[in-house]
């Protein structure tokens, strides 16, 4: 069964601190995975997509990593904000190019910046 | 990067209305959009997807005959609430992948709208 699970569920941080999310699946065949951040009542926004021979990618602050192999994910983020707060949604593609239905969503890390 | 809009972004209404709510492709051409719920708290949903000029496929457990939803041309698709009850409250989100033309249909990238909130009195 395809599944994407995160971990954790939720995480407060300081702000200036680092933290890493954890994205953890089991989609079969493998095509991308992508980091969205969603802000409490709006739309994910994307934050990296990740092919099978991405090991790292980097987009500002954030840096997310994969390894095929283990069929895990992290996301980096480094000297949070108080912006940071949201939660991080890991999606898991298994077929490149097909349909909606093999997207496989995570259920999310809500993360908590605090002051 | 692309922008998908909603309309509108948050809704009050009565039970027992109709409710429509649009999705556009403000710069590119998306030839299949996808609609999600979200309940307070929890991950996205898929509803159904949608695809330019036929008929959406819809979720397992998803009403058809509930959620309309249309994809009329290859920048808008609408999501129709028929006969809305309290239980039907929920955040409406939908996205949209690049299709004919623009650079992100290599990328297969998702765009996803702002959300629409639906509150059923």
């Known amino acids: 069964k395809n599944q994407v699970e995160q971990s954790p569920q939720s995480l407060i941080i300081l702000e200036g601190k680092n933290c890493t999310l954890q994205c953890n699946y089991t989609v079969s065949p493998f095509s991308n995975l992508r980091w969205y951040k969603q802000d409490t009542g709006r739309g994910p926004v994307s934050l990296t997509i990740m092919t099978f021979s991405e090991n790292t990618k980097s987009n500002r602050r954030y840096t997310a990593t994969l390894d095929a192999d283990t069929k895990q994910s992290s996301l980096h983020i480094t000297a949070s904000q108080l912006s940071d707060s949201a939660s991080y949604i890991c999606v898991v593609s298994a077929n490149y190019g097909g349909s909606q239905g093999n997207l496989i969503f995570g259920k999310g890390t809500k993360l908590s910046v605090k002051p | 990067g692309a922008v998908v809009s909603q309309h509108p972004s948050w809704v009050i209404c009565k039970s027992g209305t109709s409710v429509k709510i649009e999705c556009r492709s403000l710069d590119f051409q998306a030839t299949t959009m996808f609609w999600y719920r979200q309940f307070p708290k929890q991950s996205l949903m898929l509803m159904a997807t949608?695809?330019?000029?036929?008929?959406?496929?819809?979720e397992q457990g998803v009403e058809k005959d509930k959620f309309l939803i249309n994809h009329a041309s290859l920048t808008l698709s609408t999501l129709t609430v028929t006969s809305a009850h309290p239980e039907d409250s929920s955040f409406y989100i939908c996205?949209?992948?690049?299709?004919?033309?623009?650079?992100?249909?290599?990328?297969?990238?998702?765009?996803f709208g702002e959300g629409s909130r639906l509150t059923v009195l």
């Open positions: 996205s949209a992948r690049g299709g004919t033309s623009g650079r992100w249909e290599h990328t297969g990238e998702l765009f």
């Open positions: 949608s695809n330019e000029g036929s008929k959406a496929t819809y």
